[in-house]
C-alpha cells in the first residue's frame, strides 16, 4: 500500500454516561495527520450518528478507509457498519482484538424489549468477522465496502507491529485522553 494512504480510526473511552469518541487520521507510513472527537451515550444508540458526523466534520477527502475499534462502543451503542459505508462512502473495517461467539447472547442478557431488538436488528445486518493474523497476533476483522482481500491488506499495512493497526491504537490514546481531561475538569 502507498505511503501517503490514508485511515481515519475510531475509538473510545468511557468514565460515566457519555462515551468519548476520538478519530485519528493516520497515512500508511504512520504519520498522524489530524484528529477528530465525538460524543455517544453508553448504553444509547447514537454511535452510528456520532461516527458518521465526526467523518463529515473532519472534512477530509484524502481518507480513504475508515477503521472502528469493535461494533459496539460504549456499552452495547452498536454502531451500523451498513449506515456508515453508505453514508460516508468510504469502506469500513471493523476490528476486534478477542475472540468470541459474538454478541446475541449477552445482549439477550442485558436489553429487552425495544431495547434489545433494536441492536438485534443491526448486529444481525454485519457480516461474520473473519479472524486475520497479524504480526504473529490475531484479530477480528468485519468489512463492508471492501472485499475481504482488500480489507486484510489495510489492516496489515496501518500495523507495523503488534495486532492493532496504527489508526484505532492513536485514536484509543486520544480517546483516552480526552476523557481524562474531561473527568479531572480540565476540558
Known amino acids: 500500500m502507498k505511503a501517503g ?6 475509538a473510545e473511552s468511557f468514565v460515566d454516561e457519555r462515551s468519548t469518541l476520538a478519530g485519528a487520521v493516520v497515512r500508511a507510513s504512520r504519520v498522524v495527520d489530524g484528529f477528530v ?10 454511535a452510528t450518528d456520532a461516527i458518521v458526523d465526526m467523518v463529515e466534520r473532519i472534512d477530509r477527502e484524502d481518507v480513504r478507509y475508515l477503521l472502528v475499534a469493535g461494533i459496539a462502543p460504549a456499552w452495547f451503542n452498536v454502531v451500523d457498519l451498513r449506515r456508515v459505508h453508505e453514508a460516508t462512502g468510504r469502506p469500513v473495517i471493523s476490528v476486534t482484538f ?3 461467539d459474538g454478541l446475541e447472547s449477552t445482549l439477550r442478557e442485558e436489553f429487552s424489549g425495544e431495547a434489545l431488538e433494536g441492536r438485534l436488528a443491526t448486529y444481525r445486518t454485519h457480516p461474520e468477522r473473519v479472524r486475520l493474523s497479524v504480526n504473529d497476533e490475531t484479530v477480528y476483522v468485519r468489512q463492508v465496502g471492501c472485499g475481504g482481500a482488500e480489507a486484510r491488506e489495510v489492516v496489515r499495512s496501518f500495523t507495523p507491529e503488534g495486532g492493532r493497526p496504527e489508526p484505532l491504537r492513536v485514536a484509543r490514546l486520544a480517546a483516552r485522553a480526552a476523557d481524562g481531561a474531561f473527568v479531572s475538569g480540565k476540558r
Do not use: P
Not at 465525538?38 to 444509547?44: D, E, I, N, R
Open 98 to 100: 478477542e475472540e468470541s
Open 5 to 10: 494512504v490514508r485511515a481515519l480510526g475510531i
Open 37 to 46: 472527537f465525538g460524543t455517544c451515550t453508553v448504553g444509547g444508540t447514537d
